[in-house]
């Protein structure tokens, strides 16, 4: 039986209507071609929705000139790109706002996206996506070559997931589509998704 071996902490399926739903899913997994040893570390440190400008160079980075912007996109971007497990990291200072402008790119390769938190009580999350009413928030998905099976999300808030009847915060690809194969043993931990910044309501605009 292919029922899940357990059901710990956070998977959350932030319907618009501020529905959370929290497990950790950990069931029989396909073999990872990228499992551990990590890879590389994208820091982003933008609260902006913008493309990497090449990837081919391994960097996170939107910015044409001198400086190095990395933000969300650009940081799943670059870790899809190169081989193996990587980590996503925030160094965002009082944290903020990601508004997303269109839907960010699926998850195709193992990673760790690590948000941060406040250190008192309730512990929000401080790097909040809003999906600014687009179908989905982050996209655990696979393609033909690599899967994002194994990957971790943490301290992230991910809420106004709406695509005018149900939206998804954090999406789990289950299989069954054409390029977007099951993933599995994807952990979501620490996460405030489909609720407000403050955790005390609904963070979509239908409710
Ligand atoms: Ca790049
Ligand atoms: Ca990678």
Do not use: K
């Not at 493309?51 to 650009?74: E, M, Y």
């Not at 309730?122 to 690599?146: E, Y």
């Not at 994807?186 to 979509?204: K, Q, S």
């Amino acid at each position: 039986m292919l029922a899940y071996r357990s059901l710990r902490t956070a998977i959350i399926v932030g319907l618009a209507a501020g529905i959370v739903l929290c497990l950790r899913i950990t069931q029989p997994a396909p073999g990872n071609a990228h499992a551990a040893p990590m890879f590389n570390t994208f820091t982003v440190n933008s609260l902006l929705d913008t493309a990497d400008l090449s990837l081919l160079d391994g960097v996170c980075d939107v910015d044409p000139g001198p400086l190095t912007t990395c933000t969300l996109r650009a940081a799943i971007q670059e870790a899809n790109a190169q081989p193996g497990a990587d980590t996503i990291g925030f160094t965002i200072v009082g944290g903020g706002t990601i508004t997303l402008l269109s839907i960010l790119p699926p998850i195709t390769d193992q990673v760790t996206i690590t948000g941060t938190t406040a250190i008192a009580p309730p512990f929000q999350p401080q790097v909040r996506i809003n999906a600014n009413d687009l179908a989905l928030g982050l996209w655990f998905s696979s393609n033909a070559l690599t899967t994002s099976s194994n990957s971790i999300v943490s301290g992230l808030l991910v809420r106004n997931a709406d695509a005018g009847t149900t939206g998804i915060a954090i999406r789990i690809a289950p299989g069954g589509g054409v390029g977007d194969l099951a993933v599995s043993n994807v952990t979501v931990t620490g996460c405030w998704l489909g609720v407000n910044d403050a955790g005390t309501g609904a963070g979509g605009r239908r409710t």
